[in-house]
């Protein structure tokens, strides 16, 4: 008998049907980008693109040696890809059912116990690379101090707890700080006491709210800053310190301090923003994004940011508890952390207004940068309050001279 292989090109209707809509599927796919930029910016003329994501990059600048190496190329391929509206839903659709199946495909994030994601920087920084930093961070803390004491003032410091510190049980399998982690907040504030600089035990004060408190919340789940609970405790640290000084009892008597309005803003956390996940980024004040769901399941996972403000009366008369005049007592220089509730909860709990200026980035260096000629010339402030995030004490540039 002879036996005849099967002829490939005697398939059925529906077997071509497949393949031919593969093919067509994989080639709009493959012209979609080009496709896009061509509509978007060049018949319709637009600028930005439709949908902001975190994951876009700048055109990159042409020169002669980037395009003969190659790196314009690259870096303009990934910028077109960024841009396109198809590779951000078929890459936040992905993301998305891994998350849901309990899977992060992100370096910088970690996901924890009961669906809380952590910084990954957080997790694990190395207690070595602290030591061998020293020199030049006492130096650099050192000349801060003697800068805002000569420019007339006292220098605090409030050394806010990375998430981490305060949640290791949803942080780590065993629950337990690791051991490259554990001693570096009480490292900072040991060396801060040498340096005869006061310093806030942020730490503390929330870890002991939390287990006066164990069902209330202190941090948020998917985002890497505190609660109004949180800042609050953090609030209440800072505010003892600077009553305990000298320069704390000289201050201005107390005003009745009051919790005011309280205003909800649902948004995405920073950390689930990092995910890839179908958000789109709005612009804020100040050149920042905050991450909007686009999706169910962002939506879902879309929390309530919450802000309180803080009413101060001198018996009638109303006070703004966060001027910006540079006659005001108490300086905060702050990081994000003072924008979420944490410079209002200094105010309410020292009763008296808090000048607030706010330089992102938890190293808490931008705020100092901003306030650099007032520092050099002189304040009108009396106590200088730098809040610097734990985190921060691993990006921070110490050998940066400042002054």
């Known amino acids: ?35 896009f930029h061509l509509l978007w910016h060049g018949a319709l003329g637009r600028d930005r693109p439709p949908i902001i994501t975190r994951s876009q990059t700048e055109v990159p600048e042409l020169t002669f040696d980037s395009f003969t190496d190659g790196t314009w190329a690259t870096a303009m391929e990934r910028h077109l890809r960024e841009a396109s509206p198809i590779v951000w839903r078929l890459r936040g659709t992905w993301n998305e059912l891994l998350f849901r199946f309990g899977i992060v ?44 004491r000569a420019a007339g003032a006292e220098l605090v410091v409030s050394l806010v707890p990375d998430k981490a510190r305060v949640y290791p049980e949803l942080a780590y399998e065993d629950g337990r700080l690791a051991p490259a982690k554990a001693p570096i907040y009480g490292a900072m504030l040991t060396e801060l006491h040498e340096l005869d600089i006061p310093v806030a035990d942020v730490a503390s004060a929330i870890l002991l709210a939390k287990a006066a408190a164990p069902d209330q919340l202190f941090y948020y789940q998917r985002d890497t800053h505190w609660r109004p609970e949180g800042a609050l405790a953090g609030g209440q640290a800072i505010a003892a310190v600077i009553e305990s000084l000298p320069v704390g009892r000289a201050l201005a008597p107390r005003l009745t301090a009051e919790l005011g309005a309280r205003t909800i803003t649902k948004a995405v956390g920073d950390l689930a923003g990092m995910l890839g996940l179908l958000t789109r980024e709005l612009p804020l004040e100040g050149g920042r994004l905050r991450a909007q769901p686009v999706s169910i399941f962002t939506a879902d996972l879309a ?23 540079p006659a005001t007592e108490v300086l905060l220089i702050g990081t994000s952390f003072a924008e979420a509730n944490g410079a209002g909860a200094l105010a309410l709990a ?50 940066t001279v400042m002054f």
């Open 303 to 325: 929390m309530d940011r919450e802000f309180y403000g803080v009413v101060l009366k001198d018996r009638a008369r109303l006070v703004p508890p966060l001027p910006e005049d």
């Open 350 to 399: 020292l009763g008296r207004p808090v000048r607030a200026v706010i330089g992102f980035g938890a190293s808490g260096f931008n705020g100092l940068h901003d306030l650099r000629d007032e520092l050099r010339e002189g304040t009108r402030a009396k106590v200088v309050v730098w809040e610097i995030v734990e985190r921060g004490l691993f990006e921070a540039r110490w050998d």
């Open 105 to 148: 495909q992100n370096a910088g994030v970690v996901l924890g116990k009961d669906s809380w994601l952590f910084k990954a920087e957080t997790l694990r920084p190395g207690m070595f690379r602290f030591e061998r930093e020293a020199p030049e961070r006492r130096r650099f803390l050192a000349a801060l101090r003697d800068r805002v």
């Open 1 to 35: 008998m002879e036996s005849h292989a099967a002829d490939p090109v005697d398939q059925t209707p529906a077997q071509w049907a497949v393949r031919w809509h593969g093919v067509a599927v994989a080639a709009l796919l493959a012209a979609s980008v080009p496709l």
